[in-house]
């Protein structure tokens, strides 16, 4: 039997004549806009000019709002129907969303691929009106490693290869070692990264001044481990200095003179260094060090002594209070005029620092919020416990504080991601600065926009892998509260 | 040698202006078991709390177990060790089971052998009737079981002296027993209990004392029978007639 059909208010009954109605429409609309778009033809350009031009949507409106049905008992329809046609407003914005992308994907496929170059290595082939990869492709070395020797830079893809291995150990540990994780990744790792940076892609003599402090300091940890724990502390102040006397003025004193002429790798200053793999290098020990000098910060603003109080809070205002490109720019102009003329601290150093000194305090703001959303009564438990202040905070507050503190932190990690291109003012070029420095040159004028592209490709893959990353730990870590 | 356990004289504090304790003179010997009432924003929260030094007294001298609470008691910890503590919002930590919520403080404070620490833990888990939960986290638990949790997290200290600020409040009236049964075991026992609550059957049962307060003042300090016999003043009774 034939129900009363009712356009107004399609209901169950008339399923059928529904949903074919509905689905014509919009596909016809559908179609319409592809065709307009892909083809170039206006089908219904007999119609006068402002019909023709709304005509879809009005006719896409129309099937949506036939196809909106209740429990349809179509699986499909219904999903269809949930996600993007719950009320009217909906449906008229999901018909827009999809006519912008239909209309917007020909001129972009055409860009990236259709017209665009890739062959042959020299700006000559780049003919067509689409992109010119063969940019990229000609500058890719020096987009990834700037102006480092081409010899030299199987140093940098061995000791990122090396890092990226050691990372992952974590994945690898037995239930016996997790325990020793993070001492290892906040401890060991960062150290084991900076002798790569150090001795491998920087390259020079071995043995220098800071290596007997190298050496002392490993000595010590190795014996540490076989002292009793009443005498620790004294220890490790006493035999790491002891030690690096010793051996910087009595065993290796003349042996070294001559060791230290010996240069196992050539030697690249760090002005050199650049391109993506400096964008690596600076926010991997930026990230490193931001972290827990924000988090002494963070502990410090909350602190009972007014001297560590009023220190953090000035640090923190300071900090947050001059833009990233001064902080740099003193760094490299400023700084060294404080210090002693024989003394010389690398400018890639003294970056690193700044910037971690300048995210520092935003981590610490961030941390400083997790720690107030604890309720009074964590502390209370700790201390009627007979936890004593680093007890607490290392057992109960900052796991539970850090936790919740997971996406402000990826936040500000992110950021300083995307801030390390404002290296460029003390003339450290990672890759945006190798861009800028590439769309200069007389042979390849005209590709600036194919290099940030490529850019936002790069720093859009490595971001999204970070929150990513950080929106898993967070699911990891959640408990019920 | 006293065996005065605790002991409080001309005890003074101040929230700012605003005087919550005033002139408090108590004296706990070990063992007994103290019940302490009275109307809410009466001090009592605040009493215990400066037992074990959460909040700081201002003027008087607290003295737990032989040691006074001042500004540079060195090893306020050691102290806060020897005294359990047991909230009203049970305030169990959220990140971890409720076994290592027991085993946490004697690892780390106490520094006990983590097996042995999770044997007492058992224990105690046992004697409160939650050793079945060991494993699920706080937000898994009933409110009962999260407050026995918490006793056996404090007696897992091996305290001295047991603080109770309203363990039962917060709990729906089924839940209420459970947690009473416990506690008076733990009387039973042997342990040194002061127990801020309502529950006036659970001090009938089991207090040696009650303490009435009101607006900071100790107002009224009894033998049990005596006090639910015949309470001394006008501000007892009117509180006594409106809780039983
Ligand atoms: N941290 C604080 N700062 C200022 N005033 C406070 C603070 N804590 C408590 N007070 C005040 O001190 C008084 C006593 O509080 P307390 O918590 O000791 O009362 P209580 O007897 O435990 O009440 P209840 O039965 O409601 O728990 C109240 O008037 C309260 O407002
Ligand atoms: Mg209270």
Redo the contacts with the bound molecule.
Sequence with gaps: MMNKLNFLQPDKNNLNTYLYTGVILVSLSIFIVFLNSFFNKDIISFLPGSISFFLPLILGFIGLHLIRIDYSGLKFLDRVNKNINTNNFNAFLSLLIVFVIIKSLPPLLSWFILDANIAGDSKDVCTGSGACWTYIKIWFNRFMYGMYPNAEQWRINLSFIALASLGTIGFFATEKFKKYLTLYYVVVYPVIAFFFIFFFISGGPIFFDFSYGIIAAVISVIIGFFIPSKFKMYYFIIVPITLYILLKYVFFYEELIELGKLEALEWVETGAWGGLSLTFIVSFFCLIFCFPIGLFLSLGRRSDFPVIKYFSIGMIEFWRGVPLITVLFMSSVMFPMFLPEDMFIDKLVRVIIAISLFEAAYVAEVIRGGLQALPRGQYDAAKSLGMGYWKMHILVILPQALKLVIPGIANTFLALVKDTPLIFVVGLLEIVGMLNLAKTNPEWLGFAMEGYVFASVLFFIICYAMSKYSYNLEQKYKTER | MSDKIIQITEMNKW??D?Q?LKNINLEVEKNKKIVVC??????????I?CINRLEEHQQGSIIVDGNELTEDTKDIEKIRAEVGMVF?QFNLFPHLSILDNCTLAPIWVKKMPKKDAEELALQHLEKVQIADQASKYPGQLSGGQQQRCAIARALCMEPKIMLF??PTSALDPEMIKEVLDAMVNLAKAGMTMIV?THEMGFAKEVADEVIF?DE?MIVERAETKEFFANPKSDRTKLFLSQIL
């Design positions: 929230f700012g605003f919550v009275g109307p809410s924003g009466s001090g009592k929260s605040t009493l709390r009203q600020d309203e801020v307060m900071g």
